[in-house]
């Protein structure tokens, strides 16, 4: 898989409490691929005991 640089968009992120950046579903789908770090939004439904 080729995983390349996406480029953040407006509407593709929205920050924590803590100011951390929570990527949108939006994106996941624009990025094109699961990078298994279990993120909030994650369209492709990961789960590491499966």
């Known amino acids: ?3 390349k640089s996406t ?5 593709d992120f929205y920050l ?3 100011g951390y950046k929570i ?6 789908l624009k990025r094109g691929y699961c990078c ?3 993120c ?5 439904g990961y ?3 499966t």
């Open 1 to 3: 898989m080729n995983k």
């Open 7 to 11: 480029p953040i968009e407006e509407g």
């Open 16 to 18: 924590s409490e803590k």
């Open 23 to 28: 990527f949108t579903e939006k994106y996941h």
């Open 36 to 38: 298994q770090n279990k």
């Open 40 to 44: 909030k939004n994650c369209p492709y």
């Open 47 to 49: 789960n590491k005991n």
